[in-house]
């Protein structure tokens, strides 16, 4: 063999590696995160935020919290926040959250240094009639607003449905 064919052959290793591994299939990922930042860290009712939810399965349902990342402006010790599951408008499932900061307004009930991270899950997962892009609308119910808001947020983790374990 020439020293000329040595580098063909490994341009051509190189190719044959690139066209397998195109080839291959990717695998989904079961969490996903996604964030929101209100403005000035301030949220009221009149700033639901949506979050776009991508449904690749009939079968498959989302295990859903909501997330408030909150800053150490505390002035209150709970707040109120309900969820819209909705497809082209139309309202498919409505959740409403209780967020509990603080035993007593003034006091973290888990505190830290800087952000103080709240999550409260949804009762049921989520499911969709169909495949398709669904939308999760997050709104606060009461009627002052919330402040020392960070981020807003929600994460999802994919569940794919059960397979009988057990054969007989």
């Avoid at 999550?119 to 939308?135: D, E, I, K, Y």
């Amino acid at each position: 063999m020439s020293l000329f064919r040595l580098p063909y052959l490994h341009h051509l290793g190189w190719l044959l590696l690139l066209v397998l591994s195109s080839c291959s299939t990717e695998q989904v990922k079961d969490d996903y995160y996604a964030f929101r930042a209100p403005h000035e860290g301030r949220w009221s009712s009149e700033e639901p935020y949506a979050f776009d939810l991508l449904f690749t399965e009939r079968e498959e349902s989302l295990a859903t919290e909501v997330i408030l990342r909150m800053d150490s402006r505390l002035d209150r010790p709970k707040a109120r926040v309900e969820t819209r599951l909705s497809f082209r408008g139309e309202v498919l499932r409505i959740d409403t959250l209780d967020f509990s900061f603080a035993p007593r307004q003034g006091a973290w009930e888990r505190p830290g240094i800087i952000y103080h991270d709240f999550s409260r899950g949804l009762a049921q997962p989520l499911h969709a009639p169909h495949t398709g892009l669904f939308v999760l609308e997050v709104a606060l119910l009461d009627s002052l607003p919330l402040e020392g808001v960070a981020q807003l947020g929600i994460h999802t983790h994919r569940q794919r449905p059960q397979q009988d374990i057990i054969k007989q």
